[in-house]
């Protein structure tokens, strides 16, 4: 966490926005009006030059800066209030506008890793309290009164002694002027507006009345639009096409190639470009392409298993030691041991990838588009096409969902490409088609465990090998196979239960098929694995799965504080009707921590899930009904990743390729969700929006073993038919 | 091509296109009107949903020379300040996350209210299976279409 020292002064003079420019006035004054200033702004493009995140015009508005872009998870409403707070306004004061990847926001304009909170709720505090603070001496030495006797209220600064009041775009000018305080004083949380409360998200009025704009509704005059044949084998190449019938379909321009850089990965790709979308897809359609294989066409889901199955036989590269493990594991009086599978899944959220792109003749590239990862596309795609950053500008639009999916900026690249080659503005869009085949996808995790117990059921000993491939050797053709692999063990060796011996492993499989992270990464399935096991070596000691667990959480810790929240909001240790199972699950990793319990009951063949219950641990909650809605969401998405079908390959491609063959769960099947969050304050801040995935499947599992004795090791399951 | 005529929220629109195009890519890129979403192109998430004569249809699988002369409604002729009752439930409620695929959802809520104006939660379920929200909004959907129904019930 950035401590105020951290800050450079010029840094710091940005961040408060109090530069001389950066004061002008006028409350915007038509209020709900505001919202839509801020979609109509991010397409002011160059003209928006002045990027500091607060300004405040002598006319009375005031703008802030959204730096994480809103995909779902609520940044729109949150990132704009902490600064909001400090400086005492509400949100229907402010135009709140997104940031577009600009050097003087910082490199952490992106949206990932459930850190937009928790990586700035201090520094951006620090900035609006600064501003708050140089507002309030302007007004004093305006009126020759102590600053002690002024405080500032709802975008006034007010001197009650005196019954005056000036607003903050009448001291805009004279506080500009001032010295940034280098330590602010922030707000008491108890008198706190915003943070901490369930205040309404600007957005939500917007997205409920087809206003909010998204990369997709992006239009730009001159525009035509693209649709893009790929190889549908994975790492095939392209020889020849014929675009003969392609052309003379109506509306179609021309066929141009691109290539879609995604990780180490460099697709080539045949476009139709066209006046509008539907003849873009027409014009496909009757495309001949020829592709090398390149002896990829073999490639399958079954025999690729297998692989992994027989690479858990290597020893594997150390990841986390402690004790003696293979002593204690030996001698150990009762053993057990289990293999777990899972599936890669896909990110499929509903707003295809697209993007407009336009490569003026200046030589100056403007993007409109749904991206997590604003500043890496600012900032880095000069390096490939031989522009500075300046020359580029991104307008970040509402994301129609991301999940890590808009990580990767792969459809941003071809868009590019094809703006250049055909000379005017280009959409490219992707069909669901492209989305469900071409991946990135969440790689499957393949776990073996060991665990030693004493006699009286002590854990001894406890190994938890992963057999996968790699997230980070997708990305990086400099990939260290001899290296254990962070990403890929994620979790396994943070969990906090005392089991004196323990050795984690890791081995590598090779895949050439790009992967990606997904909505919490690889703690999605090695949760899954962890908590089932831990359940298995519960049963095994003839004990109840939360008292085993809470028997090796003997330290103090968020872990042991959250399990006995868990088990008191979820009334563990109350009966259940006859036919019910009730299953338990944590996890922490880098994103944070929850934990869940459910609850299943049988209904013939199959099985309902009745309940869930989670406590997210946060320290600090900047939105409870923001979380709870997280929460509910990440529910759905673990649900669909267990029991919905996953993703699987034959003949080198992709099955699945759409919502019919890679569903994901109906409201139908929504169980009811109640979330239990714990904030005791402090300097303590969790993330959010992933934390509520890891712990579903393994307490769903858990549950199912509770309610009929079958052990599910492997994902996806048929919850039709257990 | 082929001269179409649309009939969206109550205005006509002269458009000019392939009489096989679905109707969603007309709303969108020659109505101009971008509220109603693409997520599928085959029936099986909702997002383009509009209605057709007050009937929930998926816009992306209905040609466009087939609507003609019928009346077309998008989000976007709800109401004018946002402020129809499914839209109240749903800020009430705050039920969209992304976003994307609210629009299909609220007017197949609307569809269903008018029907409907009570509806049990299986009621809700059956005609709201046909959406997929991949952000999970679902609790907050079932529950903002019992609130709009109490809201249309004090209107009326
Ligand atoms: S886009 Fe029409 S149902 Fe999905
Ligand atoms: S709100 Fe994002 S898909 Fe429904």
Redo the contacts between chains.
Sequence with gaps: MSSNTSFSRRHFLRLSGLTSAGFIIGLSGVE?KALETVVNMSFLGESSSVTPFIIIEKSGRITIFNTKP?????TFQAIPSIFAEELDLTLDMVTIKQSGGEKELGADQFAGGSASIRTSYKKYRIAGAAAREMLVLAASQAWGVPVGECKAELGKVIHAGSNRSLTYGELAEAASKLEVPKEPKLKDPKDFRLLGKST??P????????????G??V?VPGMA?ASIERCPVFGGKLLSFDDSAAKKV?GVQQVITCERIIGKYRFEGVAVIAD????AL?GRKALKVNWDFQGNETFNTKNYEQHLRDLAKNEGVLDHSQGDFDKAYAEAPVKLEAFYETPVVSH?????MNCVAHWKPEGKLEIWTSTQVPFSIKNNFGKEYGLKEEDITVNVM??????GRRLYPDYVHEAVQLSKKAGKPVKA?W??EDDTQQGPFRPMTFSAFKAGLAANGEALAFQHKVISPSISASNSANYDKTKTDGGMMEGVSEQQYEIPNVKNLYVHADLHIPVAAWRAVTSTTLSFSHECFIDEMAVKAKMDPMAFRLSLLKKESDTKKLLLKLKEVSGWDKPLPAGWGRGVSQWEFFAGLAGMVVEVSKQGTGIKIERVVCVIDLGTVVNP??VA??V??????AISAAIKGGITFEKGRTVQS???NNP?I???E?P??ETHILADGGDKIKGVGEPGLPPLAPALCNAIYAATGKRIRRLPFDIKKI | ?AAITLTVNNQQHKID??PQ??LL?AI???VG??????????A??G?CTVLLDGNPIRSCSFPVSAAAGKKIS???G??E??EHPV?QA??EL??????????GQ?MSAVALLKKTPEPTDAQ???A??G????????????KAIHRAAELMKTKA
């Excluded at chain 2, 009107?33 to 085959?42: D, N």
């Design positions: 709900g809103e995909i779902g998870q609520g309404p998200r957005d939500v009025p917007l997205k409920s009345s087809g206003r909010a704009v998204f997709l509704d239009e639009y109506k509008n979308y539907w003849a027409q499929s959220p509903i707003e295809p509402f994301n129609g969902g991301g999940f869009i069909t669901r009904d923001t809605g997280q509910e969401g990440a529910v759905v998405m759409n919502y019919h994901i109906r409201i139908n929504m009811p969700v | 091509m296109v392939d195009m679905p890519w969108r890129d020659f009107l971008k509220g109603t979403k693409y997520g599928c192109g085959i099986q998430c997002a998008t989000v976007e709800l109401s300040n946002i839209q749903w800020i705050q039920v969209p996350q992304c976003g994307y695929c609210q629009s609220i809700i379920d059956a709201m299976q959406h997929l929200c991949r952000c999970g909004t679902y609790p907050r959907i079932r």
